[in-house]
């Protein structure tokens, strides 16, 4: 669906969930500013028992004046919606329980989270996008897909950016490429931002505060703590779990709370090696999501597919369990001190398929500090002139040095397409110039038979810290690959599974 699509209508509501967060409001903005751009009469609109009353979400609206209304005001000075109108719900879906409803024959969703398994609308009325952190991302990406720049425009940047923010934990949870493209992307007030961060928790949120940290679980064992808070804004979670990560025994910390679809979680760590993200990323496997960065991070789980898989199982034991596998099951290896035992592993070689190679010379100048955007995360590095950057099969991208490169691949030719969910982008932190797409500077090679290696599937989970860098280790999931070079047992890491088996065949 495309914003331009809608530009057939006259009248167009835009409708946020009732007592909308900075999230919904600012999304809904973003929308407003488009049809009214387009000379539509456009209104934005939410409903609920009562009026907004947060204190942010209050100044928001004031100092960025935010034309949006209290549905109970609008509807009883204008018709209702008729055959050339037009309702977009945004950060929400048309039919829940937390969406006033309004009467309408014309309606389309904008939304992040996942689809209500209670709804059943055609795809052509839903534009949904639950990988990304925010409906502001994905409004913005809208805009953008049509044409309407944001670039100048200071309110509905800082309130796009905003939006992020809050839904995302201050940024703590931020995984999804494109939500990192908008952050870095937008401009926006510095001094509305401090204010705003800074009117995020009222009294009755500092008590359920207090509440929750006394009923802390401690795991002594793992040093872990995981903390049940009733229900409240996301940033309330983030408050809590900043202030239990300072407790001298407590490496990691999970505080979450139950929300009308699903729970919602935050994740901290201050140890090596336990990354925020994955146990994030792990406690949500198969019944929802997680991410964000490796001391800070969240997710979300699915009321719907949480009582399909554990119906028999509360949430805190779920989590205790959960929390107890993660640790128990991993180990950690280090590179050089630990030598792989080859005997169940099986020798593999590259599969004669066509990948990517970029050489960072050609896109920026030597020794600068560039920052490489994927799917799987950030890669950051220095461009000199002894190595390529790596394109695969699934836009995955690794640094190699030119004379392995040269033992292992031969070049093919001057160009390379690949399929991806997202193509991993550029951004020169010297310069701050910023490549979209990477594949653009991409020639094409294919792996020779001398690339040879030793492996296996793994079966539980594994940290690798590799022999050319020992403060990060390299997670393997069961499913992946563990490998070896055939003729060095210390120089071992991890391979996806599904690049592994689209990359590599056994050798006969």
């Known amino acids: ?27 809904g903005f973003g929308l407003y500013s488009f049809f009214q751009a387009n000379q539509k009469e456009v209104h934005l609109v939410y409903g609920g028992r009562d009026r907004i009353q947060k204190s942010n979400n209050k100044l928001m609206i ?49 939304d992040h989270h996942q689809i209500s398994p209670a709804l059943s609308y055609d795809p052509s009325r839903m534009n949904i996008r639950p990988e990304l952190g925010s409906c502001s991302t994905h ?25 992020l923010s809050t839904d995302t934990n201050d940024f703590a949870e931020l995984s999804y490429p494109l939500d990192k493209d908008m952050k870095d992307d937008l401009e926006f007030d510095k001094m509305l931002l401090v204010q705003l961060n800074n009117s995020k928790i009222s009294l009755e949120e500092l008590e ?10 401690y795991n002594a064992d793992y040093r872990y703590a995981l903390i049940h808070a009733k229900p409240c804004d996301p940033n309330v979670l983030g408050y809590i779990i900043d202030l239990v990560l300072q407790v001298d025994v407590i490496d990691t910390c999970v505080v979450f709370n139950t929300k009308e679809d699903g729970f919602k979680f935050s ?13 994030a990323a792990y406690i949500a496997e198969g019944i929802g999501g997680g991410g964000g960065h490796a001391e800070k991070a969240g997710g979300f789980i699915s009321r719907s597919k949480y009582e399909e ?123 701050g110039e910023s490549i979209p797409d990477l594949t653009k500077y991409a020639k094409s090679c294919r792996a020779c038979s001398k690339s040879q290696i030793m492996a296996k599937e793994n079966d539980h989970i594994l940290k ?45």
């Open 1 to 27: 669906m495309n914003l331009s699509e809608l530009l057939k209508f006259d009248r167009i509501i835009i409708q946020g969930h009732d007592n909308p967060d900075p999230d919904a409001i600012a999304s």
């Open 62 to 110: 004031a100092a960025l004046q935010i034309p949006v209304e209290f549905y109970e005001d609008y509807k009883n000075e204008n018709a209702p919606l008729g055959k050339n109108d037009l309702l977009i719900t945004v950060d929400c879906q048309y039919g829940e329980s937390n969406v006033t409803h309004i009467d309408t024959e014309n309606f389309v969703i904008i």
């Open 139 to 163: 409004v913005w990406n809208l805009l953008k897909e049509c044409g309407y720049s944001v670039e100048g425009n200071l309110r509905l940047s800082t309130a796009l950016y905003y939006g």
């Open 208 to 217: 359920i505060a207090g509440v929750a940290l006394i009923k802390y679980v």
């Open 267 to 279: 994740v901290r760590s201050c140890i090596k090696d336990v990354r925020a993200n994955e146990l």
């Open 309 to 431: 898989k554990h119906e028999a199982m509360d949430i805190d034991t779920y989590m205790a369990v959960r929390m107890n596998s993660y640790f128990a099951s991993g180990e950690i290896i280090h590179c050089g001190e630990y030598e792989m035992d080859m005997t169940d592993m099986k020798l593999y070689q590259k599969k004669s398929i066509i990948v990517g190679y970029v050489d960072p010379l050609e896109v920026v100048e030597k020794d600068s500090e560039i920052q490489i955007r994927t799917l799987e995360g950030d890669v950051s590095m220095k461009a000199t002139d002894d190595f390529y950057i790596m394109i695969g099969v699934l836009g995955e991208v690794y640094p190699i040095k030119k004379a392995r490169f040269a033992n292992d691949y031969e070049k093919v030719g001057d160009t390379y397409s690949v399929h991806a969910e997202y193509l991993p982008s550029l951004r020169c932190k010297t310069t």
């Open 464 to 508: 690798i810290y590799t022999m050319w860098d020992q403060q990060n280790y390299y997670l393997g999931m069961p499913g992946d690959a563990v490998a070896c070079k055939a003729n060095d047992p210390k120089d071992i890491y991890i391979i996806r599974g599904d690049v592994f088996r689209m990359t590599y065949e056994e050798v006969q």
